[in-house]
Protein backbone atom coordinates (compact mmCIF):
# COMPACT_ATOMS: atom_id res chain seq x y z
CA UNK A 1 0.00 0.00 0.00
CA UNK A 2 1.56 3.69 -0.82
CA UNK A 3 1.08 5.57 2.03
CA UNK A 4 2.41 8.74 1.11
CA UNK A 5 -0.44 9.31 -0.88
CA UNK A 6 -3.21 8.67 1.63
CA UNK A 7 -5.29 11.53 2.34
CA UNK A 8 -6.67 10.89 6.36
CA UNK A 9 -9.65 12.27 8.07
CA UNK A 10 -9.52 12.53 12.12
CA UNK A 11 -12.18 11.11 13.84
CA UNK A 12 -12.74 14.41 15.02
CA UNK A 13 -13.60 15.49 11.81
CA UNK A 14 -10.00 17.65 11.09
CA UNK A 15 -7.77 17.80 8.26
CA UNK A 16 -4.37 15.52 8.88
CA UNK A 17 -1.34 16.80 7.82
CA UNK A 18 1.70 14.88 6.78
CA UNK A 19 4.88 15.18 9.78
CA UNK A 20 7.72 13.65 10.65
CA UNK A 21 8.18 12.60 14.29
CA UNK A 22 10.22 10.46 16.87
CA UNK A 23 9.14 7.42 18.35
CA UNK A 24 11.21 5.44 20.47
CA UNK A 25 13.90 7.29 19.76
CA UNK A 26 13.88 6.41 15.87
CA UNK A 27 12.27 9.50 13.01
CA UNK A 28 8.96 8.15 11.65
CA UNK A 29 6.73 9.75 9.44
CA UNK A 30 2.52 9.71 10.45
CA UNK A 31 -0.04 12.67 9.99
CA UNK A 32 -0.99 14.51 13.01
CA UNK A 33 -4.52 16.35 12.85
CA UNK A 34 -4.95 19.89 12.59
CA UNK A 35 -7.85 20.31 14.84
CA UNK A 36 -7.19 17.86 18.21
CA UNK A 37 -3.36 17.26 17.22
CA UNK A 38 -3.62 13.21 17.11
CA UNK A 39 -1.43 11.77 15.65
CA UNK A 40 -1.01 8.58 13.48
CA UNK A 41 2.27 7.08 12.43
CA UNK A 42 3.00 5.19 9.17
CA UNK A 43 2.72 1.12 9.94
CA UNK A 44 5.93 0.62 7.96
CA UNK A 45 8.13 3.07 9.92
CA UNK A 46 6.67 1.59 12.96
CA UNK A 47 7.40 -1.62 12.61
CA UNK A 48 11.14 -0.72 11.77
CA UNK A 49 10.86 1.24 15.10
CA UNK A 50 9.90 -1.78 16.99
CA UNK A 51 12.12 -4.14 15.32
CA UNK A 52 15.12 -1.51 16.18
CA UNK A 53 14.02 -1.22 19.27
CA UNK A 54 13.84 -5.28 20.06
CA UNK A 55 17.63 -5.22 18.81
CA UNK A 56 18.80 -2.34 21.17
CA UNK A 57 16.99 -4.15 23.99
CA UNK A 58 19.10 -7.59 23.28
CA UNK A 59 21.81 -5.46 23.12
CA UNK A 60 22.31 -6.53 19.27
CA UNK A 61 23.08 -2.82 18.36
CA UNK A 62 26.83 -2.31 19.83
CA UNK A 63 29.31 -3.29 17.12
CA UNK A 64 33.23 -3.22 17.41
CA UNK A 65 35.46 -1.72 15.14
CA UNK A 66 37.61 -4.02 13.72
CA UNK A 67 41.17 -4.23 11.56
CA UNK A 68 40.79 -6.03 8.24
CA UNK A 69 44.47 -6.04 6.40
CA UNK A 70 45.01 -1.99 6.80
CA UNK A 71 41.28 -1.03 6.94
CA UNK A 72 39.38 -0.63 9.74
CA UNK A 73 35.49 -1.89 9.36
CA UNK A 74 32.37 -1.03 11.14
CA UNK A 75 29.73 -4.36 11.03
CA UNK A 76 26.14 -3.33 10.51
CA UNK A 77 24.06 -5.54 12.64
CA UNK A 78 21.35 -7.88 10.88
CA UNK A 79 18.39 -6.22 12.12
CA UNK A 80 19.61 -2.78 11.25
CA UNK A 81 20.45 -4.10 7.78
CA UNK A 82 16.81 -5.42 7.47
CA UNK A 83 15.28 -2.69 8.68
CA UNK A 84 16.55 -0.73 6.98
CA UNK A 85 16.62 -2.53 3.60
CA UNK A 86 20.47 -2.36 2.86
CA UNK A 87 21.76 -4.94 0.77
CA UNK A 88 25.32 -6.57 0.78
CA UNK A 89 27.96 -4.45 -1.69
CA UNK A 90 25.48 -1.08 -0.86
CA UNK A 91 27.11 1.74 -0.80
CA UNK A 92 27.02 3.97 2.15
CA UNK A 93 28.27 7.35 3.03
CA UNK A 94 29.45 9.02 6.40
CA UNK A 95 27.86 12.57 7.10
CA UNK A 96 28.10 14.22 10.16
CA UNK A 97 24.22 15.89 11.59
CA UNK A 98 23.48 17.57 14.57
CA UNK A 99 27.18 16.94 15.76
CA UNK A 100 26.45 12.93 15.08
CA UNK A 101 28.48 10.37 13.13
CA UNK A 102 25.98 9.02 10.93
CA UNK A 103 25.79 6.03 7.76
CA UNK A 104 23.30 6.86 5.27
CA UNK A 105 22.53 5.39 1.63
Do not use: Y
Not at 4 to 24: A, D, P, Q, S, V
Not at 36 to 65: F, G, M, S, W, Y
Amino acid sequence: MEFENLKLKCECGGKMEKITTEWKGIEVRGWRCQKCHEEVLNPIDAQKALDIEKARKKNLLTVKLRKVGKSTVVTIPQPVMEAENLKDGQKLEWKFEKGKLVLAP
